[in-house]
């Protein structure tokens, strides 16, 4: 049984940090590209970051680049999200997924909820 669970994410002060946490369980973590979407209310789900299962290559979206970093620990089947720097237009809710392309297997986590806001 495949599980994504996500946790870290909370109310924080704009310019504060939150450090987001991903344990997946049930596939093989280190063969599959590891990514964080958002989704604010109202707007679509979009790609924050992405960190691929061969060599830590990361992607990010524009409007986080120098602010969040993406990082994973495969023996203990985890994918991070550190987030810094953060601003309220970052409030959305955070859903881990685990894709492999090859075999066209794509899991999602159920989301942790971020707020920023004074």
């Known amino acids: 049984q495949v599980q994504l669970v996500e946790s870290g994410g909370g109310l924080v002060q704009p310019g504060g940090s939150l450090r987001l946490s991903c344990a997946g369980s049930?596939?093989?973590?280190?063969?599959?590209?590891m990514s964080w979407y958002r989704q604010a209310p109202g707007k679509e789900r979009e790609l924050v970051a992405r960190?691929?299962?061969?060599?830590?290559?990361?992607n990010y979206a524009d409007s986080v680049k120098g602010r969040f970093t993406i990082s994973r620990d495969n023996a203990k089947n985890t994918v991070y999200l550190q987030m810094d720097s953060l601003k309220p237009e970052d409030t959305a809710v955070y859903y881990c997924?685990?894709?492999?392309?090859?075999?066209?297997?794509?899991?999602w986590g159920q989301g942790t909820q971020v707020t920023v806001s004074s």
């Open positions: 049930g596939f093989t973590f280190s063969s599959y590209t």
């Open positions: 997924n685990a894709n492999h392309i090859l075999r066209r297997l794509s899991y």
């Open positions: 960190i691929f299962s061969a060599g830590g290559i990361t």
